[in-house]
């Protein structure tokens, strides 16, 4: 089972951001939070990942709270293109029983409107 | 660099034959991992190689089987193929030197409709 909860579906107006929310209390000290988004029927992309520091890159920015236990991905202007469905993934940082699994929940399904 | 490539795109094969899909992974990648997604399970875990060996494995039936090359393309085969296996299949690669927790980079995807 994931180990992430995430709201089903949220709406977000064009050139507003978009505030991503994610809980994952059970989450373990030595665990990342990764966010992926897959537009309809294409392979999912990447986003941003991050253990502990809020991190910023060309896409997006995470806001991880300092319990860990729940992150925000943040689209600072949305345009039509972010409709998608974005995951929040939370694995481990080195070698385990879960290596080279990602292990996905529902996701977001974030629709940008005009 | 040229991202993860996965041929064919699109398939379709009727009930007890057998396919098989290709993945190419990022240049410099020895890890390939693959998924399943159906709209009824989502995005489910297949089997995950690095360096010509399966290192993790999910739950799926023993029909479901990946192997992988010297130069780290991967294939998957699904053998006497059954309407359930209808399906995206998506491949993923990392560099796989750390221990499997590395970043993911996902191609395309196959898509098999089986009739």
């Known amino acids: 089972d994931a180990k992430t909860t995430q709201p089903p579906s949220m709406d977000c107006a064009e050139g507003r951001a978009a505030n991503l929310p994610c809980n994952h209390s059970?989450?373990?000290?030595?665990?990342?939070v990764y966010w992926y988004r897959q537009i309809h029927s294409q392979g999912p992309q990447y986003i941003i990942h991050?253990?502990?520091n809020n991190e910023t890159n060309e896409m997006a920015s995470l806001i991880i709270t300092e319990d860990r236990k729940s992150s925000t991905l943040i689209l600072p202007h949305a345009t039509l293109r972010d409709t998608a469905v974005y995951y929040c993934i939370v694995r481990a940082s080195h070698g385990s029983s879960n290596t080279g699994k990602l292990i996905f929940g529902q996701g977001t399904t974030l629709q940008v409107k005009p | 660099k040229a991202g993860v490539t996965q041929t064919p795109r699109y398939l379709i094969k009727t009930r007890g034959q057998q396919v098989t899909l290709s993945c190419s992974p990022i240049?410099?990648?020895?890890?390939v991992s693959w998924y399943q997604q159906t709209p009824g399970q989502g995005l489910q875990f297949l089997f995950e190689?690095?360096?010509?060996?399966?290192?993790n494995k999910g739950n799926f039936p023993g029909r479901f089987s990946g192997r992988q090359f010297s130069n780290s393309r991967s294939e998957m085969n699904v053998s006497t193929l059954e309407l359930g296996d209808s399906a995206l299949y998506l491949c993923?690669?990392?560099?796989?030197?750390?221990?499997?927790?590395?970043?993911?980079?996902f191609g395309p995807g196959t898509r098999l409709l089986v009739l």
């Open positions: 190689y690095f360096s010509e060996t399966q290192r």
């Open positions: 993923a690669s990392s560099t796989g030197t750390s221990g499997g927790a590395e970043t993911q980079y």
């Open positions: 240049s410099g990648h020895r890890s």
């Open positions: 059970t989450i373990s000290g030595n665990e990342y």
């Open positions: 991050g253990l502990k």
